[in-house]
T-cell receptor, first 112, second 109 residues
Protein backbone atom coordinates (compact mmCIF):
# COMPACT_ATOMS: atom_id res chain seq x y z
CA UNK A 1 0.00 0.00 0.00
CA UNK A 2 1.03 3.59 -0.56
CA UNK A 3 2.17 5.79 2.28
CA UNK A 4 3.29 9.39 2.54
CA UNK A 5 5.28 10.94 5.35
CA UNK A 6 6.42 14.46 5.97
CA UNK A 7 8.52 15.96 8.71
CA UNK A 8 9.00 17.69 10.99
CA UNK A 9 5.45 17.81 12.34
CA UNK A 10 5.91 21.04 14.25
CA UNK A 11 8.56 23.72 14.21
CA UNK A 12 9.05 27.20 15.57
CA UNK A 13 11.56 29.31 13.70
CA UNK A 14 12.80 32.89 14.04
CA UNK A 15 12.34 35.37 11.20
CA UNK A 16 15.25 35.17 8.78
CA UNK A 17 16.14 31.57 9.55
CA UNK A 18 16.19 28.81 6.91
CA UNK A 19 13.54 26.13 6.43
CA UNK A 20 13.55 22.59 5.16
CA UNK A 21 10.49 20.36 5.11
CA UNK A 22 10.81 16.89 3.68
CA UNK A 23 8.23 14.54 2.21
CA UNK A 24 8.60 10.97 0.99
CA UNK A 25 6.15 8.63 -0.70
CA UNK A 26 6.33 4.84 -0.62
CA UNK A 27 4.53 2.18 -2.62
CA UNK A 28 4.04 4.06 -5.87
CA UNK A 29 6.17 5.20 -8.78
CA UNK A 30 6.27 8.48 -10.69
CA UNK A 31 3.61 10.23 -8.63
CA UNK A 32 2.60 13.86 -8.98
CA UNK A 33 3.81 15.64 -5.83
CA UNK A 34 2.45 18.81 -4.26
CA UNK A 35 3.22 21.30 -1.51
CA UNK A 36 0.25 23.20 -0.10
CA UNK A 37 -0.04 25.82 2.61
CA UNK A 38 -3.14 26.36 4.71
CA UNK A 39 -3.42 29.54 6.73
CA UNK A 40 -5.85 29.60 9.64
CA UNK A 41 -9.44 29.68 8.34
CA UNK A 42 -8.30 29.72 4.75
CA UNK A 43 -8.41 27.28 1.89
CA UNK A 44 -5.52 25.23 0.61
CA UNK A 45 -3.01 27.27 -1.39
CA UNK A 46 -0.95 25.32 -3.90
CA UNK A 47 2.70 26.33 -3.62
CA UNK A 48 4.52 23.87 -5.87
CA UNK A 49 3.82 20.75 -7.85
CA UNK A 50 6.05 18.30 -9.62
CA UNK A 51 5.37 15.74 -12.33
CA UNK A 52 8.86 14.24 -12.28
CA UNK A 53 12.41 14.41 -10.94
CA UNK A 54 13.77 17.92 -11.25
CA UNK A 55 10.47 19.24 -12.66
CA UNK A 56 8.98 21.89 -10.40
CA UNK A 57 6.14 24.28 -11.14
CA UNK A 58 5.66 27.26 -8.86
CA UNK A 59 2.18 28.62 -8.40
CA UNK A 60 2.88 31.53 -6.09
CA UNK A 61 6.00 33.72 -6.29
CA UNK A 62 7.52 33.98 -2.83
CA UNK A 63 10.63 33.24 -0.84
CA UNK A 64 10.01 29.48 -0.84
CA UNK A 65 11.48 26.91 -3.20
CA UNK A 66 10.97 23.22 -3.84
CA UNK A 67 13.13 20.42 -5.11
CA UNK A 68 12.56 16.82 -6.17
CA UNK A 69 15.93 15.08 -6.03
CA UNK A 70 14.40 11.60 -6.24
CA UNK A 71 11.19 10.22 -7.70
CA UNK A 72 9.44 9.94 -4.36
CA UNK A 73 11.08 12.75 -2.42
CA UNK A 74 9.87 16.34 -2.32
CA UNK A 75 11.54 19.09 -0.30
CA UNK A 76 10.25 22.57 0.57
CA UNK A 77 12.89 25.13 1.49
CA UNK A 78 13.47 28.73 2.34
CA UNK A 79 16.69 30.65 2.87
CA UNK A 80 15.07 33.33 5.04
CA UNK A 81 11.67 32.90 6.64
CA UNK A 82 9.15 35.72 6.92
CA UNK A 83 6.38 36.10 9.51
CA UNK A 84 3.86 35.52 6.72
CA UNK A 85 5.32 32.05 6.11
CA UNK A 86 3.59 30.75 9.23
CA UNK A 87 0.97 28.13 8.48
CA UNK A 88 0.14 24.49 8.07
CA UNK A 89 2.14 22.92 5.24
CA UNK A 90 0.86 19.82 3.54
CA UNK A 91 2.63 17.50 1.15
CA UNK A 92 0.45 15.38 -1.11
CA UNK A 93 0.71 12.93 -3.98
CA UNK A 94 -1.62 11.78 -6.71
CA UNK A 95 -1.69 9.43 -9.63
CA UNK A 96 -1.24 11.49 -12.79
CA UNK A 97 -4.21 13.56 -13.94
CA UNK A 98 -6.49 12.26 -11.22
CA UNK A 99 -7.67 14.66 -8.57
CA UNK A 100 -7.64 12.35 -5.60
CA UNK A 101 -4.88 13.59 -3.36
CA UNK A 102 -3.27 11.68 -0.54
CA UNK A 103 -1.89 13.99 2.08
CA UNK A 104 0.96 13.70 4.52
CA UNK A 105 0.42 14.41 8.19
CA UNK A 106 1.19 18.10 7.83
CA UNK A 107 3.86 20.39 9.28
CA UNK A 108 2.84 23.32 11.45
CA UNK A 109 5.31 26.20 11.09
CA UNK A 110 5.31 29.19 13.40
CA UNK A 111 7.66 32.03 12.50
CA UNK A 112 8.38 34.41 15.37
CA UNK B 1 -11.05 34.30 -12.22
CA UNK B 2 -11.68 30.96 -10.66
CA UNK B 3 -13.83 30.79 -7.56
CA UNK B 4 -15.22 28.21 -5.17
CA UNK B 5 -17.84 29.30 -2.63
CA UNK B 6 -19.04 27.38 0.39
CA UNK B 7 -20.44 28.51 3.75
CA UNK B 8 -17.88 29.28 6.41
CA UNK B 9 -19.58 27.46 9.25
CA UNK B 10 -22.64 25.32 9.90
CA UNK B 11 -24.14 23.82 13.04
CA UNK B 12 -26.23 20.65 13.23
CA UNK B 13 -27.54 18.25 15.84
CA UNK B 14 -26.33 14.70 16.43
CA UNK B 15 -28.53 12.23 14.53
CA UNK B 16 -29.81 14.85 12.10
CA UNK B 17 -29.05 15.52 8.41
CA UNK B 18 -26.99 18.42 7.06
CA UNK B 19 -26.34 19.64 3.53
CA UNK B 20 -23.19 21.60 2.71
CA UNK B 21 -23.38 23.53 -0.54
CA UNK B 22 -20.60 24.46 -2.94
CA UNK B 23 -20.81 26.68 -6.00
CA UNK B 24 -17.98 27.09 -8.46
CA UNK B 25 -16.76 29.09 -11.43
CA UNK B 26 -13.68 27.58 -13.02
CA UNK B 27 -11.79 27.41 -16.29
CA UNK B 28 -13.04 24.07 -17.44
CA UNK B 29 -14.24 21.17 -15.34
CA UNK B 30 -12.73 17.75 -14.80
CA UNK B 31 -14.51 16.75 -11.63
CA UNK B 32 -15.46 17.93 -8.17
CA UNK B 33 -14.08 16.56 -4.92
CA UNK B 34 -15.11 16.68 -1.30
CA UNK B 35 -12.54 16.24 1.45
CA UNK B 36 -12.94 16.03 5.21
CA UNK B 37 -10.41 17.70 7.49
CA UNK B 38 -10.42 17.31 11.24
CA UNK B 39 -8.81 20.10 13.21
CA UNK B 40 -5.04 19.94 13.07
CA UNK B 41 -5.03 17.04 10.64
CA UNK B 42 -4.60 16.56 6.90
CA UNK B 43 -7.61 16.37 4.59
CA UNK B 44 -8.94 12.96 3.60
CA UNK B 45 -10.86 12.12 0.44
CA UNK B 46 -14.64 11.70 0.70
CA UNK B 47 -16.12 11.77 -2.78
CA UNK B 48 -15.68 12.54 -6.45
CA UNK B 49 -18.33 13.64 -8.96
CA UNK B 50 -17.71 14.18 -12.65
CA UNK B 51 -21.20 13.48 -14.03
CA UNK B 52 -24.47 15.07 -12.93
CA UNK B 53 -26.35 13.30 -10.21
CA UNK B 54 -26.03 11.82 -6.79
CA UNK B 55 -23.22 9.58 -5.56
CA UNK B 56 -23.98 7.74 -2.33
CA UNK B 57 -21.38 6.28 -0.02
CA UNK B 58 -22.76 5.13 3.30
CA UNK B 59 -23.94 8.06 5.39
CA UNK B 60 -22.40 10.53 2.95
CA UNK B 61 -23.76 11.52 -0.46
CA UNK B 62 -22.53 14.07 -2.97
CA UNK B 63 -24.55 15.73 -5.72
CA UNK B 64 -23.38 17.59 -8.81
CA UNK B 65 -25.09 19.85 -11.35
CA UNK B 66 -22.55 20.98 -13.94
CA UNK B 67 -24.98 23.33 -15.69
CA UNK B 68 -25.54 25.20 -12.42
CA UNK B 69 -21.95 25.01 -11.19
CA UNK B 70 -23.27 23.52 -7.99
CA UNK B 71 -22.61 20.62 -5.67
CA UNK B 72 -23.66 19.59 -2.21
CA UNK B 73 -22.45 17.11 0.36
CA UNK B 74 -25.19 15.45 2.37
CA UNK B 75 -24.38 13.90 5.72
CA UNK B 76 -27.00 11.68 7.35
CA UNK B 77 -27.31 10.33 10.89
CA UNK B 78 -24.76 12.80 12.12
CA UNK B 79 -22.25 11.66 14.69
CA UNK B 80 -20.03 13.74 16.93
CA UNK B 81 -16.99 12.52 15.00
CA UNK B 82 -18.39 14.27 11.90
CA UNK B 83 -17.37 17.58 13.44
CA UNK B 84 -14.74 18.75 10.96
CA UNK B 85 -14.16 21.08 8.04
CA UNK B 86 -15.43 19.96 4.65
CA UNK B 87 -13.48 21.16 1.64
CA UNK B 88 -14.90 21.44 -1.87
CA UNK B 89 -12.39 21.34 -4.74
CA UNK B 90 -12.80 21.46 -8.52
CA UNK B 91 -10.33 20.15 -11.07
CA UNK B 92 -9.98 22.66 -13.87
CA UNK B 93 -9.05 22.21 -17.53
CA UNK B 94 -5.35 22.00 -16.61
CA UNK B 95 -6.07 19.21 -14.12
CA UNK B 96 -5.27 21.52 -11.23
CA UNK B 97 -7.41 21.50 -8.11
CA UNK B 98 -9.09 24.76 -7.12
CA UNK B 99 -10.01 24.71 -3.44
CA UNK B 100 -12.78 26.32 -1.48
CA UNK B 101 -12.00 27.75 1.97
CA UNK B 102 -13.90 24.94 3.64
CA UNK B 103 -17.04 24.68 5.77
CA UNK B 104 -16.57 24.10 9.47
CA UNK B 105 -19.32 21.77 10.67
CA UNK B 106 -20.14 21.81 14.38
CA UNK B 107 -22.20 18.93 15.73
CA UNK B 108 -24.11 19.49 18.96
CA UNK B 109 -25.50 16.71 21.17
Amino acid sequence: SQTIHQWPATLVQPVGSPLSLECTVEGTSNPNLYWYRQAAGRGLQLLFYSVGIGQISSEVPQNLSASRPQDRQFILSSKKLLLSDSGFYLCAWSVRDTGELFFGEGSRLTVL
Amino acid sequence: GQNIDQPTEMTATEGAIVQINCTYQTSGFNGLFWYQQHAGEAPTFLSYNVLDGLEEKGRFSSFLSRSKGYSYLLLKELQMKDSASYLCAVMDSNYQLIWGAGTKLIIKP
